[in-house]
């Protein structure tokens, strides 16, 4: 019998996920995130889960891991110190940066450049240049970089990012350059921007570069811990990370590239709602995944995420594959507060687990949204089954103290205030990656989950017109399931600007064959071949004269690309360019192939998924409790709360009411009724919009 862990590591709480491969039965689990040192949560949450199932650690065959370690050194700037190598000329490529100034109408007025992430007196200039055609126009100085790298040792500094003007064309230079710093400082982290990212754009190849060499004694360091401890455990399973494009790779390949990770959570979660929302017949979706500090938000027509080449974290443009997500401050943690003394805000300052909500005892002495519903009725004084007690009354006197008394109203009407404007701006960031995107909400449905995510479902999607929601099986713990159903990925990827009225197809062909066996060697490390993998082709498009590009598959006969293929895909792209931005020039402007690439997967054995037993019962079956709960437009109310694991198959119950699982909680608000499915998923329809 073998068995299958995921581990997501969240702000708040650490999920662990295990898979029985023979029967498809999960098993959940959840214990507090400990930030201090990630790594003691991970493996404590494995050793109690194995030991309550009664499996041995020998069973265990596959471990995958969605990490946020990555991102939060990002977000506190918690890198390693380092030094940049670049080609003379170019010592102040990060300081000149872009000329975009974010928000809508680039007010400059209020904008500071974000801070450098190598400052400029530790960035050193080396003679040796290559043309556009990744041709050398002088030799790269040697001596030179072995200076830099011996001034860097000196200084301290271990870890050092290289970057070179046209590497993406020829990766010599900046091959040779980590042959020559390791030569002299060989205990040095080395990242060389053409090992990361083939494609042009100097400012954010050198950028991702830079957090990448910062990031890497940190996540080389607690991925090392991860595998000794597991060790320590009695495990011998491989691990796996999950990357932001939604695939995984083994930790030891993570180790030089951590920038692939600065999203891996999220990502994990968007791959199980695919799933379950295709199973569900709702393969158009809005997924919602509502934690602790923040709200991951995405978009996904017909059971695939769109992806980005690029994406923003924090302040900074990372040049990496991800799943295109949004997010919003509003977690259960998120900070209740008023500005000027008399304006009710919500976050994006968050209790996170220490000290966490004020109902958590912890210390915390800030109303949090999670204080809210506590208020309202909403949730049980108590989590996980009981293993955390919750004090209502505690929260009661902080929303009171903190919110309702400085305002002048009743604390109720200050937790549904609370309630209200997080719900408004979960809705605002859905309409970010929908509304303003050409998307009408109203013809997707609303896939909640995260721990808190069942909480706020309803009131989303109620103010977007959102007619249908979706709860998964273990809402609490999507990340770390989709940590199970996903397989190892790899991008390669190689530009080259072309016209559509002179491409030269032979050069295509033959980088398009490059990238193409780059996949299979990559998957190849990782012990795939033949039909354990696939792989597909992909080009990224754009008009001319336009500064963004599309991405476009490529369907690839065989292992080999042709004319026709690429013509097929210019046409495809029109028809992409109109459905995400609205209009597209075909006929009217020429198209340009920006990048040629490939994505490969290695392919595991799919899960067996365990279905749920109809149970020829009545709701009231599983109803447990009675309490009293606070709606709008309904007031107090005598609320039924049910158990997701004794509901019934098939039946109809209508809200309000609260159907409690260990890892989540579901409310169902007055005007919505809901349904078991026989995937184990629960359906909710608003009575008003049922089509």
Known sequence: MAWRIGVDTGGTFTDVVAVDETTGRRYVRKTSSTP??????????????????????????FISHGTTVATNAILESRYARLGLIVT?????????????????????????????????????????????????????DEDAVRAAAREFEAMGIGAIAVSFLHSYRNPAHERRARELILEVHPECFVSVSSDLIREYREYERTLSTCLNSGLMPLVTRYLGSLQERVGQAGIEARLYVMKSSGGIIRASEMAPQPIAAVLSGPAAGIVTACYYGKAAGHPDLITIDIGGTSTDICLVDHATPNMLTEGRIDVYDIKAPMIDMHTVGAGGGSIAWLAAGRSLRVGPQSAGAQPGPVCYSRGGT????????????????????????????????????????????????????????????????????????????????????????????????????????????????????????????????????????????????????????????????????????????????????QAYEVRVPMHVRGTALDEAAIREAMKAFHRAHDDRFGYEYEGRQPVEIVNIGATGYGLFPPLVTAREERRDCAWSTARKALRRGVFRGAGEVELPIYERSLAPVGVDVDGPCVIEQYDATLVVEPGWRAVLDGGGQIILTHRHREV
């Open 36 to 61: 201090d040192d990630p790594a003691r949560a991970f493996t404590q949450g494995i050793v109690e889960l194995l030991a309550e199932v009664g499996v041995g650690a020998g069973n265990v065959s």
């Open 88 to 140: 003379r000329g170019y010592r102040e490529m990060l300081e000149v940066g872009r000329q975009t100034v974010p928000g809508e109408f680039g007010d400059i007025t209020w904008w500071l450049k974000p801070p450098r992430v190598v400052p400029l007196e530790l960035v050193r200039e080396v003679a040796g240049r290559l043309n556009f055609k990744g041709e050398e126009y002088a030799p790269l």
């Open 366 to 545: 800030a109303p949090a949204l999670t204080d809210a519903h506590i208020v309202l009725g909403r949730i049980s004084p108590y989590l996980l089954g009981g293993s955390i007690t919750l004090d209502a009354a505690a929260a009661r006197r902080a929303i009171e103290e903190h919110i309702a008394r400085p305002l002048g109203i009743g604390v109720e009407d200050a937790a549904m205030g609370i309630l209200d404007l997080a719900t408004n701006n979960i809705a605002q960031g859905i309409n970010v990656v929908s509304v303003k995107r050409g998307r009408d909400p109203r013809d997707y449905a609303l896939m909640a989950f995260g721990g808190a995510g069942g909480l706020n479902a309803c009131l989303v999607a109620e103010s977007l017109g959102i007619g249908t929601v979706i709860a998964p099986p273990s809402p609490g713990v999507t990340s770390a399931e989709g940590l199970l159903a996903t397989n190892v990925r790899s991008d390669r990827v190689i530009t080259d600007v072309q016209r559509e009225d002179a491409l030269d197809v032979p050069r295509l062909v033959r980088e398009f064959t490059s990238v193409y066996a780059q996949v299979l060697d990559d998957l190849a490390r990782e012990g795939f071949s033949g039909t354990e993998t696939a792989v597909g082709g992909f080009a990224d498009m754009r008009y001319a004269g």
